[in-house]
Every structure is written in C-alpha cells, then in structure tokens.
C-alpha cells in the first residue's frame, strides 16, 4: 500500500530564515506530487504540483520555491520567510494511472513564522 | 464567485440525527467530484468520491447534481466521531487540480 510522509511535524522559524520542508511518497511510482497550504481557518490552497522530476508548476506567486529530486520526492523552500508564510503545508500525491484524479494527503506540517 | 461554495456551519446535531450538507461549484465542465474529512489539525482524507449515479458507503450517501451544479452529502445515524470538517473537492477541468472548498464543520452531541 501507499505511504506518504511529511517532515518536521510542526516547526517554528524567524522572520528572514530558510524553509526546507520534506515529503515522500512509498509504494507507488512516477506520482503526481503537490504543495498545499492551509492557513488558519482558511480553505487549501494549492502552490505547486509535479507531474515527474524536475517538473514544477506553480499557482500562485510567493517567495516559496519547490522541486523534485527524485521520483517520489517533493521539497518546499523558501530563502526567507515572512510571517504571512505561516500555515499548514500539505503535501499530497495522485495516481498518474487511469482515470482517478483522487489525492491523498500527507500527515502535514504546521509552520509558525515569529 | 467562488469556485466551490459550502455553508460553513457548524451544523450542531444529536447523535443519530440525520444531516445532510450541500455543495455548489461554478465551473459546469467540472467533471469528477469527491468529500474528504478533515479532523483538527490532521490532513484532509477522502471519504467519498461522487459519481455521476450518486453512491452510498454504508450511512454516507453522496449526490451529484450536474444541473443545478450542486453536490451533497448525507449522513445518517450520526454518531460522535462524525464530528469533522467536511471539505467539498471538484476537479478543475482533466487537469488533475483540486478545488477546495472552505469546509462544513460538523458537531455531533451526545
């Protein structure tokens, strides 16, 4: 079966600091990655998304960044954070076989900017 | 507009009620639609997809309403742990992209 892992859990930065938050997805093959963010009391919001390594689309402008190493894993940056960064980063994947657009998450990482 | 619309709540209903929330999207090329259950503070996770026919899971039923454009979930029995948020998801044309929206809080009571 499919695993998904997120790291850190939760994670508080300064203002001006890097960001490198971390997902893995087992049991599957050439998935589509994707970068949510949900803010407090706010509905997700999707950043970024990967059909294969190397590929990145971005949805929104923001000082985050994303890339694709390997196959099944997907890396959220920033150079330097700023407070409305704050939120809950969601990694998840989907299937690039047949006809199911179902995503499934990952545990999630909660990020505070001070 | 929008692009998918749910009534916030929260719904506060007694255990073995019976609640149904509802779930407008404006994008009428939209063609896959799904519910997930987010607890606090943990992960979205899918509890449904919906299909064109409507489907049950057990005391969940979801519709789809394609004329009208609006998408619903039934819950029966209600029990404690259905206490939730219940996002409505469409599909963003074949693009594979999600859209969320802002969820239905869920309360049940003993």
């Known amino acids: 079966s499919q695993t998904i892992h997120q790291w850190p859990a939760t994670l508080v930065q300064p203002v001006g600091s890097p960001l490198s938050l971390e997902c893995t997805v087992e049991?599957?093959?050439?998935?589509?990655l994707y970068w949510y963010r949900q803010a407090a009391g706010r509905g997700l919001q999707l950043l970024f998304y990967s059909v294969g390594i190397g590929q990145i689309s971005s949805e929104v402008p923001q000082n985050l960044s994303a890339s694709r190493p390997q196959d099944r894993q997907f890396i959220l940056s920033s150079k330097k954070l700023l407070l409305s960064d704050s939120g809950f980063y969601l990694c998840?994947?989907?299937?690039?076989?047949?006809?199911?657009?179902?995503?499934?998450f990952g545990p999630g990482t909660r990020l505070t900017v001070t | 507009r929008k692009e998918v619309e749910q009534d916030p709540g929260p719904f506060n209903v007694p255990e073995g009620a019976t609640v149904a929330f509802n779930c407008t999207y404006s994008n009428s090329a939209s063609q896959s639609f799904f519910w997930y259950r987010q607890d606090c503070r943990k992960e979205p996770k899918l509890l449904m997809s919906v299909y064109s026919s409507g489907n049950e899971d057990g005391r969940f039923t979801a519709q789809l309403n394609r004329a009208s454009q609006y998408i619903s979930l039934l819950i029966r029995d209600s029990k404690l742990s259905d206490s939730a948020t219940y996002l409505c998801?469409?599909?963003?044309?074949?693009?594979?992209?999600?859209?969320f929206g802002q969820g239905t809080t869920l309360q049940v009571k003993p």
């Open positions: 998840a994947w989907s299937s690039q076989v047949g006809p199911s657009y179902e995503q499934y």
């Open positions: 049991g599957t093959s050439n998935p589509n």
């Open positions: 998801v469409v599909l963003s044309g074949n693009t594979g992209k999600l859209i």
